[in-house]
């Protein structure tokens, strides 16, 4: 089956229509992927673009906390610094969404009602994703109805890695009906696709099943978050929407701690996708401690000068 011929609407119809058509999606040159982000890493920003730069990507930071010993408390100083990230200048952009357990949706949704932060939850048995489908969609269903606006779900791994393509989509589509009117980021998990040919086949399975987002890690399995994976998957939303029309936004998680690196994602994008891609809308930076390195480089070019991290509160 051809990607050019296949119809869309038919693919989804059996394993072996997702494999053929998913098998049938162009391989990906390792070497030429990893050389082509290695090249876009290295490009260099100056002064006003930088500065730009760095504000565009605090307004797209998904700042996060995934840990076993969250608190209420540890989540309302993360939700007050996703508001005014710098509460010496107000200038200084808020961030586009906090991400908690699916247990801390409703303290982060008090914490940053009406400010625009979203709230964005890791429903569905995250990390692992070992659980029923029931429990799946309930623990969707949950996050939202205590006010998440955002569920970040996990594939199955093992159904995928095993060529059970027709559950990874089912699942997918039914965590998207039970997210309702919240945004589905869906995590392909890339650290545990073994291939950059999988890592496509899973973007456009995703997408295929109704993915707003794909975000490429848990931030719980290395590696996580890399340049060459982001850039395949911004090659499959670009493909995804000559072909559909549909925009589907990218987030690349785990692993960004520096401004340097943010940056080099941005210069990902706008190289790979386009610049409609340059926008909170359509791609996040999940972090849980880059948000400081952002304001530390934000002040240097303000000022001249670092004022050090202990100026800023911990991320
Ligand atoms: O989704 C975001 C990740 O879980 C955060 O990972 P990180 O702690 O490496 O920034």
């Known amino acids: 089956m051809s990607i050019l011929t296949t119809s869309l609407a038919e693919v989804a119809s059996s394993d072996a229509t997702l494999r053929a058509f998913l098998h049938g999606l162009p391989g990906v040159d390792r070497v030429g992927a990893d050389q082509r982000a290695a ?7 100056k002064t006003t673009a930088k500065a730009q730069a760095i504000d565009l990507a605090i307004s797209m930071v998904d700042l996060t906390t995934l840990e076993g010993a969250d608190t209420p408390g540890k989540v309302r100083a993360m939700c007050a610094k996703a508001v005014h990230p710098d509460p010496s200048d107000p200038s200084a952009p808020r961030v ?22 979203k709230v964005a939850s890791v429903a569905t048995a ?12 309930a623990d969707t269903a949950l996050a939202v109805a205590a006010g998440a606006d955002e569920i970040d779900m996990v594939i199955d791994r093992g159904a995928f890695l095993s060529g059970r ?3 990874v989509y089912e699942e997918i589509a039914a965590v998207k009906a039970a997210a309702g009117e919240a945004h589905l ?15 496509r086949r899973a973007s456009w399975l995703a997408m295929l099943a109704g993915a707003d987002f794909i975000k490429t890690s848990t931030g719980k399995v ?31 998680a785990g692993g960004i701690r520096t401004a340097k690196d943010a940056i080099k994602y941005l210069v990902l994008v706008n190289e790979t996708a ?17 948000l400081n390195d952002l304001l530390m480089q934000r002040q240097k070019l303000a000022t001249g000068r670092y004022a050090g991290p202990d100026y800023f509160t911990l991320d």
């Open 39 to 45: 090249v876009l890493g290295t490009r260099s920003i």
């Open 96 to 117: 586009a969404a906090v991400c908690v357990y699916p247990d801390l949706v409703a303290e982060a949704a008090a914490a940053v009602a009406g400010t625009g932060v």
């Open 126 to 137: 995250f990390p692992s994703g070992r659980t029923s489908l029931e429990v799946k969609v």
């Open 165 to 167: 393509y027709l559950k």
């Open 185 to 199: 980021k869906v995590i392909l998990e890339t650290g545990e696709l073994a291939t950059y040919d999988n890592v």
């Open 222 to 252: 290395s590696p996580a978050a890399t340049l060459p994976v982001t850039l395949i998957m911004l090659e499959a939303v670009r493909d995804f929407r000559a072909r559909t029309g549909r925009m589907v936004g990218v987030k690349p």
């Open 274 to 290: 386009g610049e409609d891609w340059l926008d909170p809308a359509w791609f996040r930076l999940g972090a849980s401690s880059l």
